[in-house]
């Protein structure tokens, strides 16, 4: 059995082409490629993140600790703003791409960060980020099922 995101009725009233992504029964097409690519270029288009994994970490530091991970410059990202970047191995590969959101930093330097993975390596990139960020100074939840 398929999972469905919370916008699964809405795509199915609109007569979407669905398909199996990570055990997502996800949207892919509407009305077709042509008319898509129109509507997202001249107008606005939406892409419905429910299934990808979500992370959320809070404390000192956490920044910093995620620079050492990924190629972006994340000191840059002031609060409320996103980057898209690539997780890193310890040669410099690639791992996987992930979205991280700044959410603001208190008084204390208490930072807020949000972390948005692919559905398919959720887990993967949980272990990977777990097992090099000092979870010990961090309040670190996974939030996949529990936000769209």
Do not use: C
């Given at each position: 059995?398929?999972?469905?995101?919370?916008?699964?009725?809405?795509?199915?009233?609109?007569?979407?082409?669905?398909?199996?992504?990570?055990?997502?029964?996800?949207?892919?097409?509407?009305?077709?490629?042509?008319?898509?690519?129109?509507?997202?270029?001249?107008?606005?288009?939406?892409?419905?993140?429910?299934?990808?994994?979500?992370?959320?970490?809070?404390?000192?530091?956490?920044?910093?600790?995620?620079?050492?991970?990924?190629?972006?410059?994340?000191?840059?990202?002031?609060?409320?703003?996103?980057?898209y970047?690539?997780?890193?191995?310890?040669?410099?590969?690639?791992?996987?791409?992930?979205?991280?959101?700044?959410?603001?930093?208190?008084?204390?330097?208490?930072?807020?960060?949000?972390?948005?993975?692919?559905?398919?390596?959720?887990t993967?990139?949980?272990?990977?980020?777990l097992?090099?960020?000092?979870?010990?100074?961090?309040?670190?939840?996974?939030?996949?099922?529990?936000?769209?």
């Amino acid at each position: 059995m398929s999972l469905r995101t919370p916008l699964y009725d809405l795509s199915a009233a609109l007569n979407a082409r669905f398909t199996d992504f990570a055990g997502w029964e996800m949207p892919v097409q509407y009305s077709g490629i042509k008319q898509e690519h129109r509507a997202v270029r001249e107008q606005a288009g939406m892409f419905d993140i429910s299934h990808m994994g979500k992370f959320t970490l809070r404390g000192n530091g956490v920044i910093a600790q995620l620079q050492k991970l990924v190629p972006s410059d994340l000191g840059k990202l002031a609060a409320g703003q996103a980057q898209y970047t690539v997780l890193l191995n310890p040669e410099g590969g690639i791992i996987d791409d992930l979205i991280i959101y700044h959410q603001g930093t208190r008084a204390d330097g208490h930072e807020r960060v949000a972390i948005i993975v692919n559905a398919a390596t959720t887990t993967k990139d949980k272990d990977w980020l777990l097992a090099h960020l000092d979870s010990e100074s961090l309040d670190w939840q996974d939030i996949s099922r529990d936000r769209a």
